[in-house]
């Protein structure tokens, strides 16, 4: 992969973490006026358990680590779990508003593929 793209991919999925990370720690971001009623559960059940705030603090420090370029590969692996649960989420709940979630899930395919030879030795036969 081309260093600028991946450097790009990199640094745009770093904020992007950063922003969403924030927000759940400390919302700034307009929410939704009405939520249904399963999607309300569910958050209720997310922020009883602390949830959010440990995914927060994984978005926080995954995108501290792209864009100071540490940890990027290890942070990418644990990242992705995020990715495919927002994308997972929004495919059954909130299927109007999956465009962020796919974007997040694409910049962090790009980025793990950006690492890939970072994994070389956990992928071997």
Known sequence: MNSKVFMVARILLGLFVII???NKLYPFLPAPEEMPEGMMTYFTGLTMSKTLILVGLVEVLAGISFILNKYGALMAIILMS?????????????MESIAPALALLILNIVVLVGYKDRYKDILRP
Not at 82 to 94: D, E, I
């Open 20 to 22: 969403f990370g924030v």
């Open 82 to 94: 995020v990715s495919v649960c927002a994308v997972l989420f929004h495919l059954t709940m909130a």
